[in-house]
């Protein structure tokens, strides 16, 4: 399936791009509907076809939704590398960085970092400097700058992409469709100039559109996200902070909240400077949205969670009962 609208879609067949209704394949679930990428089985004739139905996916990219009913989306399915446009052309957020990685490694696909509009930092230390600051945020993830006005770093992504399916993911003036169109080598998606007051984009995909590429492999482009929320994506999140998660296993007690207990590891690398203070506030945030997310609809973690917050709250007001204690 290369592209979904409004109940409708564009399936690839032997007979060509047939239209076809969604129609039976729209359950209430929204993590059952089709989407881009997925293969699936259409009517062989008939006005309209329809899809009966959609083969198990081997990977799906799925974010929460911006509603309070705690629903997922699903972005693509059956993806291989999933490429995350990082612009050059404002302040990187290594934040919102590692938030894209723990719902690619979730997904079970290969991420890959792209730092689009190089060209912008000429400067070859400087950007030297701003790939490693990247790559401590995505280890054991390939960070790649890439200019697609002269060129420099295509050669290696389209190596990357010519394998399997590729979805292309960031934020709108992240320059994805420019990279799109590079890869694709002709101008298929359209382009429109960033803000020059913030360096934001503006929406110029609207659907998510499955495209071949000329050396092989598949390109899903995606819209713009401006909101990347977890779902479910707690072995995702101990991807992206791998060494969170081994410095953990060396902590004294095996339910280290690497807060103030002695013997944790984690705060002595922070100590040291072998673990950067802010690398371990996002791994928190992400834990605690994911957490939440889960609670959702995990009735067991709820009651978890509940007992968690009671403990901390008896063990705040022990605190200061005792600091009232010294000062009488």
């Known amino acids: 399936m290369i592209r979904v609208d409004r109940g409708q879609c564009d399936v690839v067949t032997a007979d060509g791009i047939v239209r076809a209704d969604t129609a039976f394949v729209t359950p209430n679930d929204p993590m059952r509907v089709v989407c881009t990428g997925d293969w699936v ?10 899809v009966r139905t959609y083969l198990p996916r081997r990977t799906a990219f799925v974010r929460s939704t911006s509603s309070n009913r705690s629903e997922g989306q699903i972005l693509a399915a059956n993806v291989d590398h999933a490429i995350i446009a990082v612009s050059l052309a404002v302040e990187v957020d290594l934040g919102r960085i590692e938030r894209f ?3 690619a490694w979730e997904s079970g696909a290969q991420p890959l970092v792209v730092l689009t509009k190089a060209d912008l930092v000429p400067d070859p230390v400087t950007l030297g400097h701003l790939v490693q600051d990247v790559e401590t945020a995505a280890p054991g ?16 992504l389209v190596a990357v992409v010519s394998g399997g399916t590729t979805v292309l993911l960031g934020q709108s003036g992240a320059g994805k469709s420019t990279l799109a169109n590079a890869l694709l080598g ?22 998510r559109n499955l495209l071949a590429l000329p050396g092989g492999g598949v390109l899903i482009d995606t819209p713009g996200l401006r909101g990347v929320g977890l779902w479910d994506a707690e ?6 902070f791998s060494e969170i998660e081994e410095l953990a296993a060396r902590c004294r007690f095996h ?3 690497h807060e103030s207990e002695p013997g944790c590891a984690v705060l002595a690398a922070i100590e040291d400077g072998e673990l950067a203070e802010r690398r ?16 959702k609809t995990d009735a067991r973690l709820r009651a978890e969670i509940k007992r968690d917050w009671k403990r901390k709250g008896a063990q705040g007001k022990a605190a ?5 204690g010294r000062w009488a």
Do not use: F, W
């Open 280 to 295: 371990l506030d996002s791994y928190r945030k992400l834990m605690r949205e994911n957490q939440r997310i889960v609670a």
């Open 235 to 240: 072995s995702g999140v101990g991807q992206v």
């Open 186 to 207: 002709e101008e298929v998606m359209d382009v429109r100039a960033t803000r020059d007051a913030d360096g934001k984009g503006r929406h110029t995909t609207t659907t």
């Open 320 to 324: 200061m009962e005792a600091k009232r």
């Open 101 to 103: 990685l723990a719902l």
């Open 255 to 257: 339910d280290c909240a």
């Open 41 to 50: 089985a259409v009517e062989p004739a008939g006005n309209p076809r329809y």
């Open 141 to 156: 993830v390939p960070v790649l700058p890439v200019s697609s006005l002269d060129g420099a770093g295509l050669e290696v």
